[in-house]
């Protein structure tokens, strides 16, 4: 499952996440697209292969959600940008399921995107972030990414007993217990 979110997480993660507007900045296949579908207005869904965003298309179409959802081909560090949201969805790619062998994932060395750059540009768009991290990546960098005076709000998510991802949520996305 190293290229799709559980729907369970993703149902989940989609109604901590609901806003009029979200940006799902590495939509892969869609499945994280697709549950954002049901929990707000609209959805921009970007992934840099062409072919992820064709089949992203036909499983919105399966969901009947596909209306909801504005698939774009590109560069997330060029076309975010360009847009505006109230929340932006980060998903990158991990570099594989090797991330596994690792004690502890350093979201800054082993992403093979710059993790700091890719903040600095969803956080010029909204400061409410949720970014999804292997379940071994290291909560001071995680933490990190909040800046300096700032609040994250790190969420395990498990699935049959079984911690699969660690959520980080930043800006209006952390959960006050209200």
Known sequence: WFSITPEKIARHIASR??????VDAFCGVGGNA?????????????????????????????????DRIEFIIGDYFQIIQTLKADVVFLS?????????????????????????EMFIKA??????????????????QLAELAGPGGRVDLEQNF???????????????I???T
């Open 159 to 173: 699935l049959n007993k079984k911690l699969k991802v660690l959520v980080a949520y930043y800006g209006e996305l």
């Open 175 to 177: 959960n006050t217990g």
């Open 92 to 116: 990158p790619p991990w570099g594989g399921p090797s991330y596994i062998a690792a004690d502890v994932y350093d979201v800054f060395d082993m992403l093979p995107l710059d993790t700091r």
């Open 34 to 66: 697709i549950q954002f579908a049901f929990t707000c207005e609209r959805v921009i869904a970007i992934d840099i292969d062409p072919v992820k965003i064709e089949l992203a298309k036909h499983n919105a179409a399966v969901y009947g959600v596909q």
């Open 123 to 140: 956080r010029a768009v909204t400061p409410n972030v949720a970014f999804y991290a292997p379940r071994n990546s290291c909560v001071d």
């Open 17 to 22: 996440c609901r806003c009029d507007l979200i």
